[in-house]
């Protein structure tokens, strides 16, 4: 595995895959199994399933859709999407799931967080945050649930979830998603450069030297993304693909 991770981010809605920008508009990308099966012959690093609508609804994680996803994947997987509670997280991981992703829920319930940690391991919580920037320029908190942005400090916030027992934060940049303009270099800098465990980036990337400019200026442990993984040309065609290994070690000087 590469030392430099880079993950697909696959969104969930209504049981298919979809894509986004900017959060809005979800366009159907295919079915998650399928993806799943590329992905495996592609030798992916990791994968990342986050149910765009379950925290929206309030409803649970679909198990069953999970339970496939586990029984399928030849990969680490991540899954995020309704988690509001210990035991969910511990249904996710019985179906052999190795990490859950807190969003809306690590905002609303802090204690959650810390509890999560000390029960299943910091190494299987991510924190998900949900940036975008306000008329002025400044990054704040953004809730995807409600629609709104957050008043309180954005490094504050990150700082308190790495304390509270957070393994990894997955920063999702509003502004950039499904743009494929590149990464908020600066952005992904200040979170970095703010706490002592891995910062994934996910929002922007449309080359492999995006995933470059993330690790070398933007300190990142991990990339992310989403269009870059499943759209194909200036038509936006849909095609799952993935870089060749040996592309990627070339590419982060790790060969």
């Given at each position: 595995?590469?030392?430099?991770?880079?993950?697909?981010?696959?969104l969930?809605?209504?049981?298919?895959l979809?894509?986004?920008?900017r959060?809005k508009?979800?366009?159907?990308?295919?079915?998650?199994?399928?993806?799943?099966?590329?992905?495996?012959e592609?030798?992916?690093?990791?994968?990342?399933f986050l149910?765009i609508d379950?925290?929206?609804?309030?409803?649970?994680?679909d198990?069953?859709?999970?339970?496939?996803f586990?029984?399928e994947?030849?990969?680490?997987?991540?899954?995020g999407?309704?988690?509001?509670?210990?035991?969910?997280?511990?249904n996710?991981?019985?179906?052999?799931?190795?990490?859950?992703?807190l969003n809306h829920?690590?905002?609303?319930?802090?204690?959650?967080?810390?509890?999560?940690s000390?029960?299943?391991?910091?190494?299987?919580?991510?924190v998900?945050?949900d940036?975008?920037?306000?008329f002025?320029?400044?990054?704040?908190?953004?809730?995807?649930v409600?629609?709104k942005?957050?008043?309180?400090?954005?490094?504050?916030?990150?700082?308190?979830?790495?304390e509270?027992?957070?393994?990894?934060?997955?920063?999702?940049d509003?502004?950039r998603?499904?743009?494929?303009?590149?990464?908020?270099l600066?952005l992904?800098?200040?979170?970095s450069?703010?706490?002592?465990?891995?910062?994934?980036?996910c929002?922007?990337?449309?080359?492999?030297?995006?995933f470059k400019?993330?690790k070398?200026e933007?300190?990142?442990?991990?990339?992310?993304?989403?269009s870059?993984?499943?759209?194909?040309?200036?038509?936006?065609?849909?095609?799952?693909?993935?870089?060749?290994?040996?592309?990627?070690?070339?590419?982060?000087g790790?060969?």
């Amino acid at each position: 595995m590469l030392q430099t991770r880079v993950i697909p981010v696959l969104l969930l809605h209504n049981k298919g895959l979809v894509k986004t920008v900017r959060f809005k508009e979800p366009k159907y990308v295919g079915d998650p199994i399928n993806a799943i099966k590329i992905f495996n012959e592609k030798e992916v690093d990791e994968l990342i399933f986050l149910d765009i609508d379950a925290s929206k609804e309030g409803r649970d994680p679909d198990y069953d859709l999970i339970a496939r996803f586990a029984s399928e994947c030849f990969m680490p997987v991540c899954y995020g999407g309704g988690i509001r509670n210990i035991e969910q997280i511990r249904n996710i991981f019985s179906l052999g799931i190795e990490k859950v992703s807190l969003n809306h829920s690590a905002i609303e319930d802090r204690d959650l967080i810390k509890e999560a940690s000390a029960q299943f391991g910091a190494q299987s919580i991510i924190v998900a945050i949900d940036v975008k920037k306000n008329f002025f320029g400044k990054y704040q908190i953004y809730d995807h649930v409600s629609g709104k942005t957050r008043k309180e400090d954005m490094i504050s916030y990150i700082k308190e979830v790495a304390e509270l027992g957070a393994g990894e934060l997955l920063i999702n940049d509003v502004d950039r998603d499904g743009t494929q303009k590149g990464y908020d270099l600066q952005l992904l800098k200040s979170v970095s450069e703010a706490v002592a465990i891995p910062v994934i980036a996910c929002g922007g990337a449309g080359s492999l030297e995006d995933f470059k400019l993330a690790k070398q200026e933007g300190g990142i442990s991990a990339v992310a993304a989403g269009s870059f993984f499943v759209f194909h040309g200036r038509h936006r065609a849909v095609l799952i693909t993935y870089p060749k290994y040996e592309e990627l070690e070339k590419l982060f000087g790790e060969k």
